[in-house]
């Protein structure tokens, strides 16, 4: 008998409206597997069980109500667990950012892509753990610990969701909330061997988010599958009048296609030279990493996708572009945090520039201290054209140059990172080595274009491998449309981490 966590997300919620489960029994069911892998994993910064097993009670009563009129209106995630990453505001439930100096936050409002979800009945089991103000590419940088990643608890989920990553592929909730500022939901998701989506920039809404790079930042989905994430991301996407930032443009229900070729025929597939090349992965990427995703193409192509290679010239300048733009972002976002008008406050200090000194010095972690440092440099008199203005120079054109790609293909395929997951602190010491592990996900953010990773392999360790495409603005459909074909033929989303089940037995290649 199959347990309630192996169910996929359309299956418990088919499940829901049948009546054969109710929203309480699926709610316990991974509440108790959070309870049992939470030490081990730490995926959590604030679980939430009380407000889940409440919230999956009214939403009994709300499908108990339907059942008696079921032609009625029921939304699809009525009844659904999900985790949300601790940088998206809850009303109720603190919002750290892994950070101390919001260790004792409780926001007032949810964040929208939250608050929609609410709407529909989803339960909330708590709130992922994440580097400190999203920023890392580990999870390591949390002020509260840091999260391991499932398929090797001595290696890292990746960052700077890694939190969601971990508790979705370890079957600690069907679904999760990230963010993805220069590879956040991709990098994790491919660590951790499960599908995540980075929308178009300005397609999900930001209220709420709290910000890191206000021009990067994007709300993206966890799930097992791809139908899974498209169910979530139809539900967070479109317009919201309380951002300036989302666009005002009609969003296609989503239909996936049962049928493989009906995505794959015809379908231009473009091969960044580029990313293949050591000089833009640094030490050059994992030979692993590359036979799987030149097998996952291979596969597309039997389907009846073609295959060009293309260029992306300006890729090498992505990396030094983003970490001028991103941290100049961040030191202006998080200039607020200064124990008068925002956040925590240290005590015992002797003036005012006492407080803003001893306050930022104290509750801030190394990382976020760097990033601000970086900025406030990128941005100062006298060098702000020379960094920060050649900087959006170059952005122009890496947004420029993949708007040419897209007029000859498709979509662009490439590996998600150089590596599968490295060991916890490996790269304590060497920030470019771990700024190094975004190469492959920073350009989307930089040119606000969609991207999907999703699991084409595994390692000789047994370690996942993820492969993202990616597509011209608001293409998420099509995106999500292929990225469901391929699975439809393959079964690497199908495995799980060791952990997840009691006695399961580790995968064997």
């Not at 969701?161 to 990230?178: C, D, F, K, N």
Request: aromatic share 8%.
């Amino acid at each position: 008998m199959m347990d309630i966590i192996d169910l996929s997300l359309p299956q418990l919620a088919l499940s829901l409206r049948r009546g054969e489960l109710s929203s309480r029994e699926i709610a316990q069911a991974y509440l108790d597997q959070i309870e049992r892998l939470e030490p081990q994993l730490h995926a959590f910064i604030t679980p939430t069980p009380e407000l889940a097993l409440a919230q999956a009670n009214q939403a009994d009563s709300r499908l108990s109500e339907w059942r008696k009129a079921p032609h009625g209106d029921l939304p699809h995630l009525c009844g659904i667990p999900l985790a949300i990453k601790d940088v998206l505001c809850t009303a109720g439930v603190r919002c750290t950012c892994g950070s101390r100096i919001l260790e004792n936050f409780v926001p007032p409002y949810s964040a929208t892509a939250v608050e929609r979800l609410l709407e529909d009945g989803v339960l909330l089991l708590g709130k992922t753990n994440t580097d400190e103000f999203a920023m890392g590419s580990s999870t390591e940088n949390s002020a509260f610990g840091t999260t391991r990643n499932p398929w090797d608890p001595e290696r890292v989920p990746g960052g700077s969701s890694g939190g969601s990553a971990a508790a979705v592929a370890a079957r600690m909730a069907p679904a999760a909330l990230g963010t993805d500022t220069g590879g956040s939901v991709r990098q994790p998701a491919s660590y951790c061997g499960v599908v995540g989506l980075k929308p178009t920039y300005g397609r999900v809404s930001r209220f709420g988010l709290v910000a890191f790079g206000s021009s990067l930042d994007t709300v993206g989905v966890f799930g097992q599958t791809v139908a899974e994430v498209a169910l979530i991301y139809q539900r967070i996407a479109g317009h919201d009048p309380k951002d300036s930032t989302c666009v005002d443009l009609p969003l296609n229900s989503i239909k996936l296609d049962q049928t493989p070729g009906t995505a794959l025929k015809g379908l231009r597939i473009g091969i960044p030279d580029e990313y293949f090349h050591t000089a833009v992965a640094g030490s050059g990427i994992q030979s692993e990493v590359e036979t799987s995703i030149r097998q996952a193409i291979a596969q597309m192509e039997s389907f009846g996708a073609t295959v060009e290679i293309i260029h992306l010239r300006y890729t090498p300048y992505a990396l030094p572009v983003y970490y001028l733009i991103a941290p100049a972002e961040a030191s202006a976002n998080l200039a607020r945090y200064d124990g008068v008008r925002y956040g925590a406050r240290t005590e015992n200090a002797s003036s005012m520039w006492d407080v803003f000194y001893k306050t930022r010095g104290g509750k801030f972690g190394a990382e976020v201290k760097r990033r601000i440092m970086l900025g406030a440099y990128a941005l100062s008199a006298g060098y702000y054209e020379a960094y920060y203005g050649q900087a959006q120079k170059a952005r122009t054109l890496i947004k420029e140059e993949f708007e040419r790609a897209f007029q000859s293909v498709d979509v662009i395929a490439a590996p998600t990172t150089p590596t599968t997951a490295f060991r916890i602190g490996e790269h304590a010491d060497d920030p470019l080595s771990m700024y190094l592990e975004d190469i492959f996900t920073l350009p989307a953010n930089l040119a606000g274009v969609p991207a999907v990773t999703f699991p084409v392999g595994f390692d000789r360790q047994g370690l996942p491998i993820g492969m993202q495409l990616m597509a011209a603005h608001f293409q998420e459909e099509r995106l999500l449309q292929i990225a469901h074909a391929y699975q439809l033929v393959s079964e690497w989303h199908l495995h799980q981490p060791p952990l997840s089940k009691p006695h399961s037995n580790r995968l064997t290649l």
